[in-house]
């Protein structure tokens, strides 16, 4: 069985990513698939670096330039996505070949805009509330404020994940709220 877990930035998602593993499901994460491209893959870098001007320094992907520029324009962003989404697929489907393991989650916060739900039997989407999201997003990763709603505005609203996710959960509250509505979808699908 294979789970599609996805959602915005600041929803969630890894949290309950690192509970599931503790849980015994196998993690196939997506962002690490990408952190592992933009030094090792370099037929991707190359991609990037002929997309996106001074981006590639010592052989990879300055990650930090990188957001400046597709997370203040759509375009850029999407030109990325059509970029990288190709060797994401690619990397994940060797990823699931390559386990032996009953079940899987797909932590993946693009599941439905790359594709990968394909290869998912059920997809969750882990949602919160913008503020709540923008909280832990300023306290995650140390960025402005500013910076930190350019990314939550580019992501796709509730509506989306709500309209493709068979399952969603919301995390206003307290984890274990959340890790308990997990724990109730799961044990349905499996």
Same mark, same amino acid.
């Given at each position: 069985?294979?789970? #599609?877990? @996805?959602?915005?930035?600041?929803?969630?998602?890894?949290?309950?990513?690192? %509970? /599931?593993?503790?849980?015994?499901?196998?993690?196939?994460?997506? =962002?690490?698939?990408?952190?592992?491209? %933009? !030094? =090792? &893959?370099?037929?991707?870098?190359?991609?990037?670096?002929?997309?996106?001007?001074?981006?590639? $320094?010592?052989? #990879?992907?300055?990650?930090?330039?990188?957001?400046?520029? !597709?997370?203040?324009?759509?375009?850029?962003?999407?030109?990325?996505?059509?970029?990288?989404?190709? %060797?994401?697929?690619?990397?994940?489907? @060797?990823?699931?070949?390559?386990? +032996?393991?009953? +079940?899987?989650?797909?932590?993946?916060?693009?599941?439905?805009?790359? #594709?990968? %739900?394909?290869? &998912?039997?059920?997809?969750?989407?882990?949602?919160? *509330?913008?503020?709540?999201?923008?909280?832990?997003? /300023?306290?995650?990763? +140390?960025? *402005?404020?500013?910076?930190?709603? !350019?990314?939550?505005?580019?992501?796709?609203?509730? =509506?989306?994940?709500?309209?493709?996710? =068979?399952?969603? !959960?919301?995390?206003?509250?307290?984890?274990? +709220?959340?890790?308990?509505?997990? $724990?109730?979808?799961?044990?349905?699908?499996?």
């Amino acid at each position: 069985m294979i789970i #599609g877990l @996805t959602g915005p930035t600041g929803s969630g998602k890894s949290e309950i990513s690192r %509970y /599931l593993k503790k849980k015994g499901f196998l993690i196939i994460d997506s =962002d690490e698939i990408v952190r592992r491209l %933009y !030094v =090792d &893959c370099d037929e991707c870098i190359d991609a990037i670096g002929k997309s996106f001007e001074n981006v590639v $320094e010592n052989n #990879g992907v300055n990650k930090r330039k990188l957001a400046k520029i !597709v997370w203040n324009d759509k375009h850029s962003l999407l030109k990325l996505c059509e970029i990288v989404n190709p %060797y994401i697929l690619n990397k994940i489907k @060797t990823e699931i070949n390559a386990k +032996n393991c009953d +079940n899987i989650i797909l932590d993946a916060p693009t599941l439905f805009e790359s #594709g990968a %739900y394909r290869f &998912c039997d059920y997809s969750l989407a882990i949602l919160s *509330k913008k503020q709540i999201r923008l909280r832990r997003i /300023l306290n995650r990763d +140390n960025i *402005k404020r500013h910076d930190a709603m !350019v990314r939550i505005d580019s992501q796709p609203k509730d =509506d989306f994940y709500i309209e493709h996710a =068979d399952e969603i !959960v919301f995390n206003n509250n307290r984890l274990v +709220n959340c890790i308990s509505s997990v $724990e109730c979808i799961l044990h349905k699908w499996l």
